[in-house]
């Protein structure tokens, strides 16, 4: 019965997400006249009443804790878990302040959605090297801006019982070589909405996002020992926190 009910929900959702997609996709045509990093900050504003929006019609709940470990003229490079596609509606709109998403290329493809996708991203094709270094530079360069960084450092969605896979270099290799601050946030419940491995499932639930307090990079730390700093500290966070 659960599965039936899912896949009615899931149509409801997917027609509200279309029917509110074609007045979003206008409004992020008519800002790409505006320079950066003002540009991303007017995304933000529109994504955030787009998804409060989205959420409140499907259902959905979102719970933010720890928004005061975000210090006014700070940027940071915020690392997120990754359990489902529910994670960047979540993290782009309720990150304090202006942001880009690390994220794939491939997405900016889709017909409406994409120019959106990609507004809001440094977009990155994995399989090819210097796409990576491209999106590497890219990177710096929105913190440059005076914006937050967003990487998921797990690479993909986890689909393990692991409250984390293995984090990648990227993250922790861009806070080296920038000396910018890494903010962990931990994503809950995101799965229980969209679940991995489920075709046309759509379970409205209460999800919730938690800023840590940000670690400041140690000179003495490589990226391998930073690494797995965060892991533990990200790791530890899920396991208490998770319901």
């Given at each position: ?221 490589d990226v391998t020992q930073l690494k797995d700093k965060i892991h533990e500290i990200m790791s ?8």
């Amino acid at each position: 019965m659960k599965n039936i009910l899912a896949k009615i929900f899931a149509s409801w959702a997917l027609i509200i997400f279309i029917i509110t997609l074609l007045p979003v996709a206008l409004l992020m045509w008519v800002i790409g006249i505006i320079d950066e990093p003002k540009r991303t900050r007017v995304f933000r504003i529109i994504s955030k009443v787009w998804m409060r929006v989205f959420f409140f019609f499907t259902g959905c709940g979102l719970k933010i804790v720890g928004k005061n470990n975000f210090k006014p003229g700070e940027k940071y490079i915020i690392t997120c878990n990754h359990n489902s596609f529910m994670d960047v509606p979540v993290t782009t709109p309720f990150i304090p302040g202006a942001n880009k998403t690390i994220a794939k290329s491939e997405m900016a493809k889709i017909p409406l959605f994409g120019p959106i996708y990609k507004r809001g991203a440094v977009l990155v094709d994995r399989k090819d090297k210097n796409s990576r270094k491209d999106s590497f530079r890219k990177m710096k360069n929105v913190l440059d801006l005076g914006m937050h960084m967003c990487i998921y450092p797990e690479g993909t969605r986890n689909k393990t019982e692991l409250p984390l896979k293995e984090f990648h270099d990227g993250a922790f290799k861009l806070a080296i070589e920038t000396r910018v601050s890494i903010l962990p946030a931990l994503i809950f419940n995101t799965r229980k909405v969209l679940p991995p491995g489920k075709l046309f499932y759509f379970w409205p639930s209460k999800m919730e996002m938690h800023f840590l307090p940000p670690v400041a990079i140690n000179a003495e730390e490589d990226v391998t020992q930073l690494k797995d700093k965060i892991h533990e500290i990200m790791s530890n966070y899920y396991v208490a926190h998770k319901r």
